[in-house]
């Protein structure tokens, strides 16, 4: 059975799944995800509608990048613009999010660079991997 990893999105950057959890295909990891995501979002949706859950096989071949607005049950009231036009904000946002986290390694890792040729000892970390 394939093992699948649950990677969790937010703000503040991502959150790796490094137990993985054995499903049958990739349909039952998107079933699996939005389960996942529901009981995330359980009494907080606003505040995660732009986290995501991105799904990989154990190839690290992504599966599926659940967008939680997507799923999101408490905007069931919104009319089907309205939603779609949240939903769009939301994946931005996301999008911004994610983009700002990956010029922050990105600095971190040319301080490495420029403390490695001026002889100084500089250590950094994302996710519990050494930057080089």
Known sequence: MPRYF?????REGTILDRDGTDLADDSAARSHAE????????????????????????????????????????????TPQL????????????????TIHALRITLLEVRATMARAEGALHLAAVNGRALH
């Open 6 to 10: 649950f990677n969790l999105k937010t």
């Open 35 to 78: 389960l996942v995501a529901r009981e995330l979002m359980s009494n907080r949706e606003a505040s995660t509608r732009a986290w995501r859950l991105e799904v990989r096989d154990s190839s690290e071949r992504r599966c599926s990048n659940l967008l939680f607005a997507t799923i999101d049950d408490s905007m069931s009231h919104l």
């Open 83 to 98: 939603r779609s036009s949240l939903e769009h904000l939301c994946a931005s946002s996301a999008d911004f999010a994610e």
